[in-house]
C-alpha cells in the first residue's frame, strides 16, 4: 500500500476511534480518556502490524505533547517510538529515544518512569550481546522499583535479570531472580508480566534438560494467556511448548503445536508472533522436508520485508542459504547470502564504520591544522626578511637593530615550529600505532573467524568438534570487539583528551560492581576473590575512570591466574599526605621483567590469559592516562610464577564511622 494511502487510511481511523473513544473510552476513575492516552492505545496497537501508522500517531502524539507542554506525555510518546525503532533492529537509535524519555522522567523526579525506560535501556543491550551492561541496567531499575516499593516494577525488574543471565546461560542464576519474581507475582493480580515469568522459567528448564518442568511452566501459561488480551503471549508461549517436544523426540506433535498457533497469529494480524512460528516450522521440518522448510522460511522473508525489519531478514537469508546449500544448489544459497550481507552492510554495519570515519576524519583534521600553522611560521618568517630588507636603507645603526630584532624572534619562531614539527610526528607515531593494531590486532581475529566459519560448514565434521570450534569462534569474535572498542576509545582520548568529573566518592561500592560483573569468569576457573576495602575509604577522582581502571586491572588478574588461585584487593591509606593506594594482587603466573617496564606503554604487546583468553595491549596504557589525569600514579610488581601486584594512588578520605551505628551495634551486642 502506498504511503499516501496508509496516512489517508490512518486519519480516516483515528478520527473515528477519536470520535468513539471520547464517547465510550473510561478510565478506573471515571473520566474520560485523554488525548495522549488514545495516541497511546493506538501506537500499542499498530507497533506491531503496521510500524508506518504507528509512527504517524507518535508524531501526531509528540506533537500534541509538545504544545500542551506536557513532559510526561512527551517522555510516553519517546518511549514508544523507541519501541519501534527497537523491533525494526534499530537498537542504537532506540537507545537515544529511552535516554531522551529518562532524562524527562528524571526532570519530572518520577521514579517508575526512570525504571521503565532503564528496563528498555537494559534490554536494548541484551539484544546487543552486551549482557554486562543489561544486568547493570536491571539491577539499576530494582533500586529505583524498590525505593518506590513499586511490586509491578521490582517483579520486572527481576525477571529482566532471570533474562539476562539465560541468555549467559548461567541459569542457576537466572532461576534465583526467576523463583524472587514468582514469589512477588503470587500476591499480584495476572498480567502480562505473570505470563512472560511463565515463558522464562520454561525456557532455562528446557535449556537445562528438565524437560517435565519446562512443560508444567508453559502448559500453565498457556492456560492463564487464553484469553483475547493475551493472545500473542499465548503464540510464544504455545511454540516454546513446541521446541520441548521436539527436544523429547516427539517431532509430530510439536509441529501440531506450532501449526495451531501460526493459525492463531495470523488470525489476530500478530506479525511478530507470526514471524516467529515461521521460523520455528522452518527449522522443525529442516530434517524431514527442505522443501517445506523453505517455504516457511520465504514466507518469513517476505513478512519481515513488508514491515521493514531488516534484521529478520537476514536471519532468513541465512537460514535459506543453509537449506540450499544442504539440498546441493549451490548457486541459490550463494545468491541468499549475498543478498544477506548487502542488507547487513547496508544498515548494521553503517554505525561502526561511521565512528571509524569519524576518528579517521578528526586525525585528518589535527593533521591539517598542524600544516596550517606550519606555514604561517613560514610566512612570518618571510615577512621580517623584507622587513630586514627595508631597514637596510635607513641605515646602519637601523639595520643592525632591525637584525638583532630579527634574530631574537626568529629564534621564538623557530623553537614553535620545532614544537609543531615535533607534535606532528607525535600524530604520525600516534597514526602508525593505530594502524598497526587495526592491522595486528584485528586482522588476525578476522582471519580465525573466516578460516573457522569454513571448516564448520564441512558437513563431516563431529559435533563434539564443531561446538569446541563455536565456542572458541566466540572467544575470537568478543577479543576482536574488545580490540574496537578499546581502539575506538584510546583513539578518541589522544585527538580529544580527557575529561573529568571529580568526585569524592566511596570505593568499596564500585569495587563490588565490579566483582559482580567478573564473578562468572572468576567462578569459572574456581578463582577466589577477597575484597578487603573498608566501607569507610573515599576517594577524590573522577569514579567513571576509577571503575575502568579496576574493572581492567581486576579483569587482568581473572585472565592470569590459573585454575584455584587467589586475587586479594587491598587499600592502604596515608594520612600524612590524603592519599589512598588501591591494590590487585594475583597469585598468577608474573609478568618477566624485560615487559614490566612497557606494560603502561604503546610498546607493551598483550599476550593470552591462562584459558587462552585473548586481549588487547590497550587497557593498561589507558589505565594509566586515567589515573594520571586524576593526579595519581599507578605501579606494577610482578615475580613470574608467583603472580603481580597492580597499585595506583590517588586522592582520598577515611570518613569517620557513624557514632549512632555503633551505639545500636554495642546495644544489640549487650542485649
Excluded at 572 to 597: L, M, S, W, Y
Excluded at 643 to 656: D, I, Q, R
Aim: aromatic share 8%; proline share 2%.
Amino acid at each position: 500500500m502506498p504511503y499516501c494511502k496508509v496516512v489517508f487510511t490512518s486519519l480516516i481511523l483515528l478520527t473515528v476511534y477519536i470520535a468513539n473513544a471520547q464517547k465510550n473510552t473510561i478510565l478506573p476513575s471515571g473520566k474520560t480518556a485523554t488525548p495522549i492516552e488514545r495516541y497511546n492505545k493506538l501506537i500499542g496497537y499498530y507497533r506491531y502490524e503496521n510500524p508506518d501508522s504507528a509512527l504517524m500517531y507518535v508524531d501526531s502524539g509528540l506533537a500534541y505533547a509538545s504544545a500542551h507542554k506536557d513532559m510526561a506525555a512527551h517522555a510516553l510518546m519517546l518511549n514508544q517510538l523507541g519501541m519501534i525503532n527497537d523491533n525494526r533492529g534499530k537498537f542504537e537509535v532506540s537507545r537515544v529515544n529511552y535516554l531522551e524519555a529518562f532524562n524527562l522522567y528524571k526532570s519530572l523526579n518520577q521514579v517508575k518512569g526512570m525504571a521503565s525506560e532503564t528496563i528498555r535501556l537494559g534490554v536494548v543491550e541484551m539484544r546487543k550481546g552486551n549482557y554486562d551492561k543489561s544486568v547493570g541496567y536491571f539491577l539499576e531499575a530494582l533500586k529505583y522499583s524498590e525505593s518506590i516499593k513499586d511490586s509491578f516494577g521490582i517483579m520486572e525488574a527481576n525477571i529482566t535479570l532471570g533474562e539476562a543471565y539465560t541468555g549467559q546461560r548461567k541459569y542457576d542464576i537466572a532461576l534465583k531472580y526467576l523463583k524472587i519474581a514468582e514469589d512477588i507475582n503470587a500476591k499480584l493480580p495476572l498480567s502480562n508480566l505473570s505470563l512472560n515469568l511463565c515463558n522464562d522459567f520454561g525456557i532455562a528448564y528446557r535449556e537445562l534438560g528438565m524437560l517435565e518442568e519446562a512443560k508444567s511452566y508453559f502448559e500453565k501459561g498457556i492456560e492463564k494467556s487464553n484469553v483475547t488480551q493475551y493472545q500473542g503471549l499465548n503464540i510464544t508461549l504455545t511454540n516454546n511448548l513446541a521446541t520441548v517436544y521436539a527436544k523429547d523426540g516427539n517431532a509430530a506433535y510439536s509441529i501440531k503445536l506450532q501449526k495451531a498457533a501460526l493459525k492463531k497469529a495470523i488470525k489476530i494480524h500478530n506479525y511478530i508472533r507470526e514471524l516467529q512460528t515461521l521460523n520455528g516450522l522452518a527449522q522443525s521440518y529442516q530434517n524431514i522436508n527442505i522443501d517445506t522448510s523453505l517455504n516457511y522460511l520465504y514466507r518469513a522473508k517476505d513478512l519481515a520485508e513488508g514491515r521493514q525489519a531488516y534484521k529478520q531478514v537476514i536471519e532468513s537469508l541465512q537460514g535459506i542459504s543453509e537449506l540450499h546449500n544442504k539440498k546441493g544448489d549451490y548457486k541459490a544459497a550463494l545468491e541468499a547470502q549475498k543478498e544477506a550481507y548487502q542488507l547487513a552492510d547496508k544498515y548494521f554495519y553503517k554505525e561502526m564504520s561511521k565512528q571509524v570515519n569519524n576518528l579517521q576524519a578528526d586525525y585528518e583534521l589535527s593533521k591539517s591544522r598542524a600544516k596550517v600553522q606550519e606555514l604561517r611560521f613560514m610566512n612570518n618568517r618571510q615577512v621580517l626578511e623584507r622587513r630586514i630588507i627595508l631597514a637596510v636603507a635607513v641605515g646602519a645603526l637601523l639595520v643592525l637593530a632591525f637584525i638583532a630584532y630579527s634574530d631574537y624572534r626568529n629564534r621564538i619562531l623557530n623553537k614553535k615550529l620545532v614544537n609543531a614539527n615535533k607534535n606532528l610526528d607525535e600524530s604520525n607515531q600516534v597514526k602508525d600505532k593505530l594502524f598497526s593494531i587495526l592491522g595486528h590486532d584485528l586482522r588476525s581475529p578476522f582471519v580465525s573467524v573466516i578460516n573457522m566459519l569454513e571448516l564448520i560448514d564441512d558437513e563431516d565434521l563431529p559435533a563434539s568438534t564443531r561446538q569446541a570450534m563455536i565456542n572458541e569462534l566466540g572467544i575470537t569474535s568478543k577479543a576482536a570487539l574488545e580490540t574496537l572498542t578499546g581502539l575506538l576509545k584510546w583513539g578518541e582520548m589522544q585527538i580529544k583528551g580527557l575529561r573529568l568529573n571529580t568526585l569524592q566518592f566511596a570505593v568499596k561500592p564500585v569495587l563490588d560492581r565490579v566483582m559482580l560483573l567478573l564473578n562468572g569468569t572468576a567462578n569459572f576457573k574456581h578463582i577466589e576473590i577477597s575484597n578487603l576495602v573498608d566501607e569507610d575509604v573515599e576517594l577524590i577522582a573522577d569514579p567513571d575512570h576509577v571503575e575502568f581502571v579496576i574493572r581492567n586491572l581486576l579483569s587482568n588478574a581473572i585472565k592470569f591466574t590459573g585454575v584455584g588461585g587467589s586475587i586479594f584487593i587491598k587499600c592502604f591509606f596515608n594520612n600524612r599526605n590524603n592519599e589512598v593506594t588501591i591494590t590487585v594482587e594475583d597469585t598468577g603466573v608474573g609478568i618477566a621483567p624485560d615487559r614490566v617496564n612497557s606494560i603502561f606503554s604503546l610498546s607493551n604487546i598483550s599476550s593470552n590469559g591462562t584459558y587462552n583468553e585473548k586481549g588487547t595491549s590497550l587497557g593498561l596504557m589507558i589505565c594509566k592516562e586515567f589515573i594520571e589525569a586524576n593526579g595519581g600514579s599507578i605501579s606494577v610488581r610482578s615475580t613470574l610464577g608467583v603472580g603481580s601486584a597492580f597499585s595506583f594512588t590517588l586522592k582520598g578520605v577515611v570518613s569517620p564511622p557513624n557514632i549512632e551505628e555503633v551505639k545500636k551495634l554495642q546495644s544489640k551486642h549487650q542485649v
